[in-house]
């Protein structure tokens, strides 16, 4: 296949090539206070799974709702992710936002990932239920919360994993968008 | 007991008399583009369940979600089921309504359905956090959203069989729309 | 410490004084139909957990969602409680309104605790999953919905208590209200 080829109509499961945006939420990590750690843990389990088709975006932001949804929109409408993880902000402090920030820019809402997170992590972590991580898709792009700590987010990443790849699979070879099939037209875009 | 007789006052828990909707939701299968295996399976666990005194109202719908919220509401408030079981559209797809459609219809959601399903079901199918159905109550009516795999249906529904009728029982013997004691009116409608 | 000079600022994990307003919801209990056997439990638990530092503010009401709401407001920001525990108005009656009226007065839900809840005592009572307790905070307080069920309510608290003294501990440390470091001002009112 050309490079050149590359279009919407070509995004099936047999192409490998994926873009992944993946957010730090901290204030702390944005102001260069901390160094942020639970980035790189993720982008070290999405090579892995993906291998080296997956080209990741990484974004470090603030705690600022209104500026997460603006990068959750650019980065699932204009350039093109199929997928956005995101790290921190899920808690139930004042400046904990990620979850309402991706409720507001979801078409539709997974409870069952922040569900699992919890329950699956409880025996061990029963603290874990103060967690709001959600999960949902908006188009072709499926957005998921992770918590914040560099500890959690690759255990976190692999209880969800066989979901997101059938989600990516499934997003991928449909098109949220298109016309019914007398419609013709194919989605504008980057993607 | 004459069946002239048979009005809300007498649909106690005692009354095995039971009405279900039953709603298959799929484009193909509603255009005939396949034959319905799922629905078929819900009414066999019914019959199993709740003997023959159940009467089962089988309905297939496109994946339309104003329809599917009517057809519930009509099922529930004019042709008097006590239980709306719904099979398909749980699923991600931009024509995966059902959980919008039912929720636009409940008076009370009950998010613990949707939980365990999908809890349950974890281990074996870690997919099954895709799925986004819902449950709850509107006046005397159970809804109850199943996943749309024939194979999975059965299973589900054993699953939340007890909750089923426990809430049956108590929708039945309680009226949601009744005056306090001193007004002493009747609900109107057929149930 | 002088109690004069118990304010915000001394409100910090150190500090073990804590006030707790506890509500029980029954349209018969507060009649006096019968006995509140389920706010004492909690009581209970609530001495033994926090010792004798803990205030308990016993509240009895009828299941009317408005009250429930005023009430959650008065004890979170006039008598300013660490914790409000609710038990009863759980379930799918239309008089069971206590998630509605909680939900009404959050700011942030969390959603793990009536999760955890169900999923917890599922395999044992299939039927809780007919509840629909939440969770969450508003401003310092942190509010959780139990079942009335005397037999539950102890065994409930046990299971989301680390989870509630976490927060409890972390509510306390921040300041959800206070400005920004440069601001300077501290929250008014008695808490």
Redesign the interface.
């Known amino acids: 296949m050309m490079p050149g080829t590359l279009t919407s109509a070509t995004r099936t499961r047999e192409s490998k090539y994926m873009k992944v945006g993946r957010i730090t939420l901290s204030d702390r990590a944005s102001a260069r206070i901390y160094k942020d750690r639970s980035g790189p843990r993720i982008d070290h389990v999405l090579r892995e799974v993906f291998g080296s088709e997956v080209q990741i975006e990484p974004v470090m932001l603030p705690d600022d709702q209104q500026r997460i949804s603006e990068t959750l929109r650019e980065l699932a409408d204009v350039r093109g992710c199929d997928l956005i993880v995101t790290t921190g902000g899920t808690?139930?402090?004042?400046r904990?936002v990620t979850p309402e920030a991706t409720r507001a820019v979801l078409e539709?809402?997974?409870?069952?990932?922040?569900?699992?997170l919890?329950?699956?992590a409880?025996e061990k972590v029963?603290?874990?239920?103060?967690?709001?991580a959600t999960a949902g898709?908006r188009g072709h792009c499926?957005i998921v919360n992770l918590p914040g700590k560099p500890e959690a987010v690759a255990e976190c990443l692999a209880?969800?994993m066989?979901?997101i790849q059938?989600?990516l699979a499934?997003?991928r070879d449909?098109d949220?968008?298109a016309l019914p099939p007398t419609g013709g037209g194919s989605s504008p875009g980057p993607k």
Not at 91 to 94: E, K, N
Not at 126 to 132: A, D, K, M, N, V
């Open positions: 808690g139930i402090g004042p904990d539709k809402e997974l409870p069952g990932f922040g569900e699992i919890r329950v699956t409880f029963p603290t874990t239920i103060l967690s709001r898709v499926l209880i969800l066989p979901a059938e989600g499934y997003l449909e949220p968008h």
